[in-house]
């Protein structure tokens, strides 16, 4: 049950304990970045809940300073997207279910990671080339959605599997067709996490259908889980929050293992 008091939890100031626990957590940091491409291995193990903190804190540099940290210690743009981005994410759900975050609090820690999302996606390229359309995709949340981490969450789980993916979040229906249409997709993913969302998802799906024939529309988030016929429904291609089956519909061949360009 969602804590309904208003009154925000506590940040800890130093989320891993003591400061000798912390100097020691730096150390083992401090071999792994020694290591083969050791950054997602080590904000894994040491720092994503002190990240998360960092996320929501009310310093907006905080977040900041933190990932350029892990930046030094070996984190590459390939991480951010693929295991930092989603880690956090989950965690802040996490939080969130558990009453240790509000809403508005997760709110401030999910705007942050589409900053981060933005301020690298630039660099974030398919082994330097152009990315193929077999292995493109669009996973998009329409305006009106407030929830995005499940988004934010399975386009870390589709660039991990060698996929590029446009995130679409917080734009209006014209600049998600527009968007839509810049680049040749696999699949549309659009995210479904309310009723609210549902009622204009049907005419945003015929809207992309008319622009992109041959694009397959696929709906997932939330709301699947309810007993509604969101195919009919929405007259979307595909209703399935599982990959494998989307990638066996679209015709997607993943990749064990997502190589980037950094």
């Not at 999302?117 to 959605?145: C, D, F, N």
């Not at 995210?191 to 809207?207: A, F």
């Amino acid at each position: 049950m969602r804590n309904t008091n208003g009154n925000s939890p506590e940040v800890s100031e130093d989320p891993l304990g003591t400061g000798k626990v912390r100097a020691l957590a730096e150390r083992a940091i401090a071999v792994l970045a020694a290591e083969t491409h050791p950054g997602a291995s080590a904000v894994r193990r040491f720092r994503l809940s002190e990240f998360c903190d960092a996320l929501v804190h009310p310093d907006n540099g905080r977040y900041k300073v933190l990932l350029a940290e892990f930046m030094d210690y070996g984190l590459n743009n390939s991480d951010v997207f693929e295991d930092l981005v989603p880690g956090a994410a989950r965690l802040l759900g996490d939080r969130w279910m558990e009453d240790k975050l509000s809403f508005a609090q997760v709110t401030i820690g999910t705007a942050r990671l589409q900053e981060i999302i933005r301020s690298v996606e630039h660099r974030y390229t398919l082994k330097g080339e152009a990315a193929p359309v077999e292995r493109t995709a669009m996973i998009a949340v329409p305006g009106i959605e407030d929830h995005t981490l499940g988004a934010i969450i399975v386009a870390g789980m589709l660039r991990r599997s060698g996929l590029w993916v446009k995130l679409a979040t917080g734009i209006s229906e014209e600049e998600l067709c527009v968007a839509a249409q810049e680049t040749p997709l696999a699949f549309i993913g659009l995210s479904v996490g309310s009723e609210k969302t549902l009622q204009n998802i049907p005419q945003l799906v015929q809207r992309l259908k008319q622009l992109l024939p041959k694009t397959p529309i696929v709906i997932g988030g939330s709301l699947i889980n309810q007993d509604l016929d969101l195919k009919a429904i929405t007259g979307a291609d595909l209703v399935s929050s599982n990959l494998q089956e989307i990638f066996d519909f679209c015709g997607i061949t993943p990749v064990s293992e997502g190589k980037t360009q950094d």
